[in-house]
């Protein structure tokens, strides 16, 4: 594997990240790392990341000096949207690192649209079909396919309310588009392992001076009962034989629009709690009978092991217009039926309050709600994939694509919502 290096800061620029988090990413300089660099090179095939990203293109790794000195630091792991890089979320990876966590931006299989290219089509299937195929796509891309060998199965299996497998679902469309059926190499979490992985042998070992080698290897913990291996069994050997599952309670975990819904469903999913999950104009998964629709089953479903109460939502106000179809209009349903679907009691944030106005985002709405709507700025003739990106991409939070004035000043609610590292 070729070493890569990346660039971390003194705590000068986290000072700097607080005091001026507009236009202070020049002090926090991340790096591009190809997945393909990750699994080791030589990987058996549950292991393998294929070279073809399509859209998701190379992970975008951030750091800041400060947060490799922290007793339990604190990973942020993004997920972007549908045919998506992860480049393309730079700002908020960057304000995280300015803040004091790590933060990566994560390429995973995310070609295609969900309700446009599988059986989850509300036009073309049946609400039983629509909602397993929900399911079953999200729960391929995140953990990935479970295959027969021989009568056995191969792959994640039962982990994380498995065994997954969207390969019934598949359109044509979907199949030109790439995006399944994911391996359990090319999964979100096989992903993430490799990046970590890569990281604690190849990434940023050295501040001001002091080694501090183990510093990624706070975020996997040696599990047999896992299916998925890292490939470094020390820095010597790269032999698949480690089998790990990646330390849930360090991890905010982060997405929008479709990797929001993928951040959810893990959280939903998986038998380790996560340290908190911010969502960003998502999910929007629904099943349609008779066009009434009805969120997602794995939505209403009791989260395993994370707390209603560490999920936090921002999307747009604009989510909820008439043109904004597909993109978010059913975000604040969903929002408010997660984890049960018959009480508005619970939902995100675990206390049923309603939405926050939190305005442009340069301040925090008083109260406890942990459901927040950017307001502003209005009018305008935008379309309704802006309203629905301007809460998280890059190119929409800036005037005609310049990273010099922004559009409003998102990075105090996202701060709010990310909370201290």
Avoid at 357 to 375: E, F, H, I
Wanted: hydrophobic letters at 35%.
């Amino acid at each position: 594997m070729n070493a890569r290096k990346i660039v971390v800061i003194a705590a000068l620029s986290f000072a700097a990240g607080l005091m001026c988090p507009v236009g202070a990413y020049a002090m926090n300089q991340g790096v591009n790392i190809d997945p393909s660099q990750t699994d080791g090179g030589t990987p058996p095939a549950a292991n393998q990341i294929t070279t073809n990203n399509g859209n998701g293109g190379q992970h975008y790794v951030n750091m800041n000096a400060l947060a490799t000195s922290m007793a339990v630091p604190t990973l942020v792991v993004f997920l972007g949207g549908s045919q998506s890089a992860p480049s393309a979320y730079q700002h908020f990876i960057d304000n995280a690192a300015n803040r004091g966590f790590s933060a990566l931006s994560l390429a995973y299989p995310n070609n295609a649209e969900i309700a446009g290219v599988y059986g989850c089509n509300p036009n073309s299937y049946s609400a039983a079909t629509q909602d397993a195929c929900l399911t079953q796509t999200r729960g391929t891309t995140a953990f990935g396919q479970t295959h027969m060998v021989s009568g056995a199965p191969v792959g994640p299996n039962t982990y994380a309310g498995g065994p997954y497998d969207d390969s019934g679902y598949v359109t044509g469309n979907q199949s030109s588009g790439g995006n399944s059926p994911v391996s359990q190499g090319d999964s979100i979490m096989n992903r993430l392992i490799c990046l970590i992985d890569y990281l604690q042998y190849n990434g940023p070992t050295v501040v001001d001076g002091n080694v501090n080698p183990n510093y990624w290897s706070h975020f996997l913990i040696t599990d047999s009962s896992s299916p998925y291996t890292r490939p470094h069994s020390d820095a010597a050997h790269i032999d698949y034989a480690t089998h790990v599952r990646v330390d849930w309670s360090r991890i905010v975990l982060a997405g929008h629009s479709q990797g929001a819904a993928e951040a959810a469903f893990m959280a939903m999913r998986l038998p380790n709690a996560v340290k908190r999950v911010f969502l960003l104009s998502g999910p929007q998964d629904f099943y349609s009978t008779n066009s009434v629709r009805t969120s997602a089953t794995w939505i209403t479903t009791t989260p395993v092991a994370t707390s209603l109460s560490a999920f936090w939502g921002l999307r747009n106000a604009a989510e909820g217009d008439a043109d904004e179809g597909a993109y978010g209009d059913f975000v604040t349903t969903n929002w408010i039926y997660l984890g049960s679907g018959t009480s508005t009691s619970y939902g995100l944030g675990g206390n049923g309050l309603s939405e926050g106005n939190a305005g442009d985002g340069s301040t925090v709405p008083l109260g406890s709600t942990q459901r927040y709507k950017l307001t502003a700025p209005s009018g305008g003739n935008h379309t309704a994939l802006f309203n629905h990106n301007r809460d998280a991409v890059d190119s929409y939070l800036y005037n005609s694509g310049s990273f010099l004035m922004p559009v409003f000043p998102i990075f105090m609610i996202w701060n709010h919502m990310l909370g201290m590292p």
